[in-house]
């Protein structure tokens, strides 16, 4: 009896389960890494040359590592196989996707660093500043410094400089499958415009600051 209702609980996930799927644009264009995108009306240009962010996202399934109840998953433009990251259709209310950017105190302090916590994936700093929540590397046109450059290493776990950001995000449906669009335009404006330091590679207020204006890629 018990394996019976084993085998209908596993099949009842395995059908409610599905994968949402990561979109990055700009004014509503695909991005490419290492190519000029324009926007802002064809007045100013970017390249992203690296992206890369946690998920950490709770009760849906994964086979990532899990803390406690929630889902950590890193979303790395240059892996289209990030792209993916599973939930359940019990999980969902109204299209509406909970989840935050970055990592928790706990999870950084108890880390195994396996997974998408391996410091081989670029996104550790050290066992005092722990990981990086949001990584952003590139050139624009809107950036005063040397070749155009910004890079943007985004992080911290300790106190008022915590960086995770929890947000509720509507799922797109316009396809085959459901779609959380990462839109890039409101978000640069705040960084590269409002923002006079490009160059920002530690915990501290500048990265605070950054990590405020989030919320406007997932509008």
């Not at 890369?52 to 790395?76: A, C, M, Q, W």
């Amino acid at each position: 009896m018990r394996l019976f209702l084993f085998l209908i609980g596993f099949l009842f996930i395995q059908d409610n389960q599905a994968q949402i799927h990561v979109r990055f644009t700009i004014d509503g264009k695909p991005i490419r890494t290492e190519e000029q995108l324009y926007f802002e009306s064809d007045t100013s240009w970017i390249q992203i040359d690296e992206l890369k962010f946690y998920i950490t996202y709770s009760p849906f399934f994964s086979d990532e590592r899990e803390n406690g109840s929630s889902i950590i998953h890193l979303v790395d433009i240059r892996d289209s196989a990030s792209y993916e990251f599973p939930y359940t259709a019990d999980g969902m209310k109204n299209n509406q996707f909970e989840f935050a950017i970055g990592l928790d105190s706990l999870t950084t302090m108890s880390t195994q660093f396996s997974g998408a916590l391996d410091p081989a994936l670029g996104m550790y700093w050290a066992w005092n500043t722990g990981y990086i929540h949001f990584k952003l590397e590139g050139k624009s046109n809107l950036c005063n410094t040397v070749k155009n450059e910004f890079l943007f290493h985004i992080g911290g776990y300790s106190g008022k400089f915590n960086t995770q950001r929890w947000f509720k995000s509507t799922i797109s449906n316009d396809s085959k499958f459901p779609i959380l669009n990462v839109e890039l335009t409101d978000f640069l404006k705040d960084v590269l415009i409002l923002n006079k330091n490009h160059n920002v590679m530690i915990p501290g207020k500048e990265a605070l600051d950054i990590s405020n204006s989030l919320f406007k890629l997932f509008n």
